[in-house]
């Protein structure tokens, strides 16, 4: 998804049925073809599952410049027995295996809905304060507000027309009724969401047959997620940064192989006005599995948002609605 000043893009978000534990799988089936020697290897087995991912973060690349077969060694410690040690000779099996990213089709999931965007909410019949109901009574309270500050100043004026002695102000109160109604609608209007207009709509629509339930590469869903974007200024502004979070890509050469993928699938109007694609796959040189949780931490001492922590009384107070009115990201 896009993020921009903190808060993310609803008509960006894709998600993928497919991660890391597709690419173990898929570099199993490569090296037993090549001929694994471990053969009692079980892949439901919790120790052979990180047998297999250790080989995977340790032979796996994405860089281009290595070819050739090469021959490597790995040892296997059971419980109460010694150590074996296994040779293995692999080749272009350590760069086929983290490709499938970009050619999902070769997980052989095609079948289900490997791509899903994220729908508009429907609300949650469980749930008597969802989103929805925030919405209303916020356009509701918006609407009184504004109307009690409307009165006041009828009264403020028409006190004003009665000091100069102006004729019978029922014009004035019914003119103001207009207006206030108008400005009513104005209001729940405004409370509701942009993705309501009918272009918008048509636009989600199509967005979804073209590529919901495809396999969808990992560097067409970044181009899609940013093309979804709803100004170019943004769309430039997230050319320039792409941050891949997680530890799916920890690959050697996998963030100049992303970046070399974008540059040449991004679209030309774009190609030429953005002046540096930069994609970021260790920031900081930190580990990419604890960035999420880098974010969440930072985020939790930061003076801003203090006034977002719940308390035990006011959560024994509201419940649940408590939690819609404080979380800053609408799920």
Not at 76 to 99: C, F, N, T, V
Request: proline share 4%; net charge negative.
């Amino acid at each position: 998804c896009c993020v921009e000043d903190g808060v993310s893009h609803r008509n960006t978000r894709l998600r993928l049925a497919y991660g890391g534990a597709d690419v173990t799988r898929c570099y199993y089936w490569l090296m037993q073809r090549s001929g694994f020697p471990y053969r009692e290897c079980q892949v439901f087995s919790r120790m052979d599952a990180l047998l297999l991912q250790q080989l995977k973060e340790t032979f796996c690349h994405l860089d281009q410049d290595i070819s050739g077969i090469q021959d490597h060694e790995f040892k296997i410690r059971h419980p109460d027995s010694p150590a074996l040690l296994y040779q293995l000779r692999l080749g272009d099996e350590k760069l086929q295996a983290p490709m499938a990213l970009f050619y999902p089709a070769t997980f052989g999931i095609v079948g289900q809905k490997i791509t899903t965007l994220q729908h508009r909410s429907h609300g949650d019949s469980e749930d008597p304060h969802d989103e929805h109901y925030l919405v209303a009574t916020q356009s509701k309270q918006e609407q009184a507000a504004k109307a009690i500050a409307e009165r006041k100043a009828l009264a403020k004026y028409a006190g004003f027309e009665a000091e100069l002695g102006a004729p019978n102000c029922d014009g004035v109160e019914k003119s103001h009724e207009l207006e206030l109604a108008s400005s009513q609608h104005d209001c729940v209007l405004a409370g509701n969401d942009s993705e309501d207009l009918p272009a918008a709509l048509m636009a989600r629509k199509t967005t979804v047959s073209q590529f919901e339930g495809k396999a969808l590469g990992l560097d067409k869903s970044i181009l899609h997620s940013i093309d979804c974007c709803g100004s170019d200024e943004t769309k430039k502004k997230m050319y320039s940064s792409i941050l891949v979070v997680g530890g799916g890509l920890m690959f050697q050469g996998a963030q100049e192989f992303l970046q070399h993928r974008i540059l040449n699938k991004m679209p030309p109007s774009f190609r030429r006005i953005v002046e540096n694609v930069e994609v970021i796959t260790r920031p900081k040189d930190m580990d990419a599995r604890l960035i999420a949780w880098k974010g969440g931490a930072v985020l939790a001492c930061l003076d801003t948002t203090q006034e977002l922590w719940i308390h035990q009384r006011e959560w024994q107070r509201f419940g649940v609605r408590m939690l819609r009115e404080r979380a800053p990201f609408v799920w």
